[in-house]
DNA sequence: GGGCACACTAAGCGCTCGCTCAGCTTCGGC
DNA sequence: GCCGAAGCTGAGCGAGCGCTTAGTGTGCCC
């Protein structure tokens, strides 16, 4: 069902680097539970069945139902944050790089939305541990934009009064996407990051 | 603790249309504990005791756990609506519209943060008949806040090329401020209305 | 001041949850 | 061909869930 979302784009296969193959199974089998019906409302039966398996199976791979969530919220974060440092350190204009961020960046939140919905919004079903690592990739992710605003502003590209505020209102407009994007509605991902990109630089007001 | 919160910006005390005083302090519970753990990790335990009462009295005014959720998230929405139409329907150029929309919409998502988070992200926890009813409201938030867009094309005052794109966008960047304001961060609600006016006028194009 | 409607509580029912454990199968090493 | 490790299952434990029911206290009407 969502296969065909999980590859769009052209990406790597994602969770190839969790192995072996039966936890690999499990942890997108949770992705998806817990993007439909949040972390709470999902049993630990639901997600062993869509992986095929014994709701005790997921004890081998998996110390809790917690533990499925921390990795997933994990690895989307460092892949986030990833995308987002790309788009920052390639060569060009501040205009060109904050375009390239937002575009790539909410063409991840669209096209990869079910494991999107789960990194940005089950972030307060995590321990105060797991949650504090994943508060921190999200400062760098904030400093990741913020970066490129200032340079904007420093450079004489940008017209920003609140740098931290439209920061915070810049990731805000990307981040959701994920709530309200739909695979089957009329945009594609490509569609909603070259408008987003474009609404972003009206924002900072670029030349 | 939300006190202070919930009566920010001077507005009418809420859900004082709910009666009697029993029913509404439940309800007012089921707002806190809903908007911190999310629907489906509250208990009803949780809920009674938060508004001094045992287990069994919430079941006097309320027939079940969703009918509390749903009690919230219709009157939410109607409150919502009414702010945006008042904004829209006063008198003034699409620019003054809007923005004021935009303002007073951010307003009560950042002051009445706690009843906005359950409104906004706890649709999917209805049954299908009252998500229904709640969608249909949604519909109407859209067509307001697309509208005013419209008016200012039309009128020379907007450039924008996709109006429902940058419609969708608007409303995602207002709703989503329920997720990440934080009372006892540095803005204001009043500060945030005002900073998002100016965004969306940039992204509309505003002269 | 007796009776009754109403708001509420204490106790608990049936169920499903996250998680455990004893035992079964499979397979590589020798 | 035997053995131990690894992967997995079927059965089920203790806990806590949403919700119900029998009974209690309180105040209003006549």
Redesign the pocket.
């Known amino acids: 069902m969502s296969t065909a979302e999980e590859t769009a784009g052209g990406e790597v296969e994602p969770w190839e680097e969790v192995t072996?193959?039966?936890?690999r199974?499990l942890l997108v089998a949770a992705v998806e539970a817990f993007a439909e019906r949040g972390y709470?409302a999902?049993?630990?039966?639901?997600?062993?069945g869509r992986a095929?398996?014994?709701?005790?199976?997921?004890?081998?791979?998996?110390?809790?139902?917690?533990?499925l969530l921390h990795r997933i919220s994990r690895i989307g974060h460092d892949k986030a944050l990833d995308i987002l440092r790309t788009a920052a350190r390639r060569e060009g204009t501040a205009t060109e790089r904050l375009a390239d961020a937002v575009s790539s960046f909410v063409r991840w939140h669209a096209g990869r939305r079910t494991t999107a919905r789960v990194v940005q919004y089950e972030l307060e079903a995590l321990g105060p541990d797991a949650r504090a690592e994943i508060l921190d990739l999200r400062r760098q992710v904030d400093a990741e934009v913020r970066g490129i605003i200032q340079e904007g502003v420093a450079a004489g590209e940008f017209d920003v009064i609140d740098v931290h505020g439209t920061t915070l209102a810049v990731l805000s407009l990307c981040i959701d996407v994920a709530r309200w994007f739909n695979v089957n509605g009329p945009r594609t991902p490509e569609e909603v990051g070259a408008l987003y990109a474009d609404l972003v630089l009206r924002m900072v007001g670029a030349k």
Chains 1, 2 share one sequence.
Do not use: N, Q, V
């Not at 095929?52 to 533990?67: D, V």
């Open positions: 072996p193959d039966a936890a199974r709470h999902t049993t630990t039966r639901d997600i062993a095929g398996m014994s709701p005790a199976a997921l004890y081998i791979h998996y110390k809790t139902k917690e533990e």
